[in-house]
């Protein structure tokens, strides 16, 4: 045992041995003695096994909670205090660990859950969207000339029913008619698809 120990259980005791403390000021003051005596190198220690500031103090900090709540162990043990304080913050530590690691285990695979899902979805909407493209120019290509060349000049080009007219020396109206037909028959086929 220390000697520093060995001075607040001396403070603790009376010269035959039995404990002094009467009332919940002695037990604190005792108590801020060890807090004092042990904190940093409970904090170093955990410092040691974690590799984290926060943790380590998190570690040094739930020691002396439980060391508060078992008075026991401070008043009524000299002899193991130091292995005792040793091995409890040892076990908080680890525990600390344990569930870090099972935290990042959780995260890693709910990210990798969450990744290859996008990667699926994205896939099969790909998968999908090249496949209805492939059915709407299947279907195109079996309309009559003059009415797919309208309608492509309508939804691939951009031009409007007038232009289309001029370019294809035919009437609005007939233009409007072409492609109100075109999408009919789209709408049949990818109805049949889906």
């Known amino acids: 045992m220390s000697e520093a120990m060995s001075d607040v259980f001396e403070f603790v005791k009376s010269f035959n041995g039995t404990v002094m403390i009467t009332n919940q000021f002695d037990r604190s003051n005792v108590f801020s003695k060890l807090f004092k005596l042990y904190y940093s190198k ?18 040094a900090q739930e020691v002396f909670a439980r060391l508060w709540e078992r008075q026991n162990i401070w008043l009524d043990n000299e002899r193991e205090f130091d292995s005792y304080l040793l091995i409890m913050t040892r076990n908080i530590a680890l525990n600390i660990y344990k569930h870090e690691q099972v935290r990042q285990e959780y995260m ?15 896939f099969f909407e790909r998968f999908h969207y090249r496949e209805m493209l492939g059915i709407i120019y299947s279907a ?20 409007s029913h007038k232009e289309i007219a001029v370019i294809m020396g035919i009437s609005v109206h007939t233009v409007e008619r072409q492609i109100y037909l075109t999408l009919t028959e789209l709408r049949k086929t990818i109805t049949a698809f889906a």
């Open 108 to 122: 890693e695979y709910h990210m990798v859950k969450s990744v290859s899902s996008q990667i699926d979805y994205d």
């Open 140 to 159: 195109l290509a079996a309309i009559p000339d003059r009415r797919r060349r309208v309608f492509e000049l309508s939804r691939f080009h951009g031009k």
């Open 42 to 59: 409970v904090k170093s220690l955990a410092y040691i096994l974690l590799r984290s500031e926060p943790d380590a103090e998190d570690v």
